[in-house]
C-alpha cells in the first residue's frame, strides 16, 4: 500500500538547521509530484514546498523561500526539506505529501496520500 513515512524532525535553536526525510513505498515514487506541508498548533495545515516529479520544479512558500530548499532522489524513493535559517515561526508538525496532479501544486486538496508528520520545534 502506498506510506510516507517522515522523519529527521526534533529540536533547534533559532537560526539552526533541521533536514527532514520522507521514505516512499508502495508505488511509483518518480511518477508523482510531491510536497511539505506543515501544521502549528491551533493553526491551519499550510502549504510549505512541492517538487515536480523530476526535481526540475520547485515551489515555495513565501514564509520559506530562501531559507528551506525542497529535494528528491527517485532512486532512493525519498523526499527532503533542508531548512536553514530557522526561526521560532517555523514550529509546526510538518507533512509530506503525494500530489494527484502532473504539475506541482500549493494546495492540500490536490494531495491524496500523507506522512503521519514530524515535529519541528524551534527554540528562541
Known amino acids: 500500500q502506498v506510506q510516507l513515512v517522515e522523519s529527521g524532525g526534533g529540536l533547534a535553536q533559532a537560526g539552526g538547521s533541521l533536514r527532514l526525510s520522507c521514505s516512499a513505498s508502495g508505488w511509483t515514487f518518480s511518477s508523482y509530484c510531491m510536497g511539505w506541508f506543515r501544521q502549528a498548533s491551533g493553526k491551519e495545515r499550510e502549504f510549505v514546498a512541492a517538487i515536480s516529479w523530476s526535481g526540475g520544479s520547485t515551489n515555495y512558500a513565501d514564509s520559506v523561500k530562501g531559507r528551506f530548499t525542497i529535494a528528491r532522489d527517485n532512486a532512493k524513493k525519498s523526499l527532503y526539506l533542508q531548512m536553514n535559517s530557522l526561526k521560532p515561526e517555523d514550529t509546526a508538525v510538518y507533512y509530506c505529501?503525494?500530489?494527484?496532479?502532473?504539475?506541482?501544486?500549493?494546495?492540500?486538496?490536490?494531495?491524496?496520500?500523507w506522512g503521519q508528520g514530524t515535529q519541528v520545534t524551534v527554540s528562541s
Open positions: 505529501a503525494r500530489a494527484n496532479r502532473m504539475t506541482i501544486s500549493s494546495f492540500s486538496r490536490e494531495y491524496d496520500y
